[in-house]
């Protein structure tokens, strides 16, 4: 595996856009004709689909990214499908999640794939269990990180947060993205304008608010449209 050409994408918080930008960036690398995969520590949420299959829309948008079929190959390791926090929904099935379980999983498919795009769960420091949580993973994969931000009021404070905690954990911030969400937000470019002051890495695009017709529909993945849209928007780390 190429450590250059993979990243670890985190976020401001849950539902941000990091899976929008995770099958964004799996498909610029492809461009550069990578054979690049996506990998997802822990899901929680499922929705059945027509054939009565439980999916998980991340690990769906991944594959649509990085054009596997449906059983080629293990994305994650945990699939709960409460949408919850992960250690939360675990512990309702009598489960545990560990770290160590996550790292067989990555590395199997770091063995499979020229880059690998880990797209984190939540934000960078949601809890495993009691005594690991999503952070002791990044830093033990040492993949540069890229960070997306949700562009909503409380950005600020959130990105800066978790900027001082990945820097903490000595990983590198190969970039950040804002990302527009649903509707944007006042005073979009002064809160990206503060952002870029503020953090001590590239800033690699704004992702705007999907056009109607290609956004996310519910209970389902994102389409190849909506990731092509966000690709153009952004560029990959140099
Ligand atoms: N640029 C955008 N334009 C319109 N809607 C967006 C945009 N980005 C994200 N969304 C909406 O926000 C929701 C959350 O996005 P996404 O699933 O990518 O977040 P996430 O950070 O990956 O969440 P999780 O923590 O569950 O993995 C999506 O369902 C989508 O509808
Ligand atoms: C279910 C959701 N979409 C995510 N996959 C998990 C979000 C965990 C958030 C935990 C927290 O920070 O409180
Ligand atoms: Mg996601």
């Known amino acids: 595996?190429?450590?250059?050409?993979?990243?670890?994408?985190?976020?401001?918080?849950?539902?941000?856009?990091?899976?929008?930008?995770?099958?964004?960036?799996?498909?610029?690398?492809?461009?550069?004709?990578?054979?690049?995969?996506?990998?997802?520590?822990?899901?929680?949420?499922?929705?059945?689909?027509?054939?009565?299959?439980?999916?998980?829309?991340d690990l769906e948008t991944l594959r649509i990214a990085s054009h596997l079929s449906p059983e080629e190959l293990n994305l994650c390791p945990y699939v709960l499908d409460t949408p919850a926090a992960p250690h939360i929904a675990a512990a309702q099935l009598?489960?545990?999640?560990?770290?160590?379980?996550?790292?067989?999983?990555?590395?199997?498919?770091?063995?499979?794939?020229?880059?690998?795009?880990?797209?984190?769960?939540?934000g960078f420091l949601i809890p495993l269990n009691t005594t690991e949580d999503l952070s002791d993973f990044a830093a033990q994969i040492n993949l540069p990180v890229i960070l997306v931000v949700g562009m909503r009021l409380g950005c600020i404070n959130h990105a800066l947060l978790t900027v001082e905690a990945i820097e903490s954990r000595k990983l590198?911030?190969?970039?950040?993205?804002?990302?527009?969400?649903?509707?944007?937000?006042?005073?979009?470019?002064?809160?990206i304008q503060a952002l870029q002051t503020r953090i001590h890495a590239p800033f690699l695009g704004l992702i705007p608010t999907l056009p109607s017709e290609i956004e996310k529909p519910n209970n389902a993945p994102y389409t190849l449209a909506a990731l092509q849209f966000a690709a153009e928007h952004i560029q990959l780390p140099s």
């Open 1 to 57: 595996m190429n450590t250059s050409s993979s990243f670890f994408v985190t976020g401001t918080d849950t539902e941000i856009g990091k899976t929008l930008v995770s099958g964004a960036l799996i498909l610029k690398l492809r461009e550069q004709n990578k054979h690049v995969v996506g990998f997802k520590p822990v899901v929680a949420g499922t929705y059945l689909e027509a054939n009565g299959k439980l999916l998980n829309e």
């Open 172 to 191: 590198k911030i190969a970039g950040w993205i804002a990302n527009s969400l649903s509707s944007k937000m006042d005073l979009l470019e002064d809160n």
């Open 94 to 122: 009598g489960l545990q999640l560990n770290l160590a379980t996550i790292i067989k999983a990555y590395e199997l498919i770091r063995a499979q794939a020229e880059s690998v795009v880990v797209e984190g769960a939540g």
